[in-house]
């Protein structure tokens, strides 16, 4: 069981889209995003090195060709699906085992291979999330990593503040097809520490600007 589930606040809202495609990310598209994003330059290149080796795994093993690696300072989502539980077990494992992985969100469901036409689906809801953040004039959409499985939208990151993150999960939530938005989304504190995102409760952060946003 992942640790993940018992330490970041989930966001559950109505509706949406999103996809589950299973892009590797190298040096160069890391060094690309980070001047506009919260994640530092070693961050996004720690994280794309984090996916890839997890990838790369998953593939040697086998029976893990739908499963989708999404990675933000150091937080591994697993998405997707597997045929047994067995697998999803494994798929976990794996993930753990890759060194700088600190934590890991395990959301691989145990159904039959989707094929062409589901995957299709949730990449088209991706797309269509990630253009409504970058539409949208108060989030930082390359703050956002957006990963869709079956109309279930996830997001994953590290946001400005926590205005920044639930607008990022509002506007997720009303695109067509999506029937939940989940956020693993993060903030990074006044001391530059990343904490998890906890509804309602006092924070040590300032919920306007924080460190490494617009006019720190």
């Not at 739908?66 to 597997?82: F, M, N, T, Y």
């Not at 991706?126 to 970058?134: D, G, I, P, Y």
């Not at 989940?182 to 520490?193: A, F, K, P, T």
Request: net charge negative; charged share 20%.
């Amino acid at each position: 069981m992942s640790r993940m589930l018992a330490s970041l606040g989930l966001l559950a809202l109505l509706p949406g889209l999103s996809g589950c495609a299973t892009a590797i990310i190298g040096a160069a598209g890391a060094t690309a995003v980070t001047a506009t994003q919260e994640r530092s330059f070693g961050e996004a290149l720690d994280d794309a090195a984090i996916s890839n080796e997890i990838k790369s795994r998953l593939i040697a093993h086998g029976g893990m060709g739908e499963v989708d690696v999404e990675v933000a300072a150091g937080l591994v989502l697993l998405s997707g699906r597997v045929q047994t539980p067995e697998l999803r077990l494994k798929a976990e494992s794996i993930a753990w085992s890759v060194k700088r992985a600190d934590d890991v969100a395990n959301e691989v469901k145990i159904e039959s291979p989707g094929g062409f036409f589901a995957n299709a689906s949730d990449e088209l809801i991706s797309t269509r999330v990630r253009a409504r953040l970058l539409g949208s004039s108060t989030v930082q959409a390359s703050n956002f990593n957006v990963e869709t499985y079956g109309g279930t939208v996830y997001l994953l990151g590290i946001a400005r503040s926590a205005k920044e993150l639930e607008k990022a999960a509002e506007e997720a939530s009303v695109v067509g097809g999506v029937n939940q938005v989940v956020s693993y989304v993060r903030l990074r504190n006044e001391r530059g520490e990343i904490v998890p995102y906890t509804p309602g409760a006092p924070a040590d952060f300032d919920n306007g600007e924080l460190l490494g946003g617009p006019g720190s």
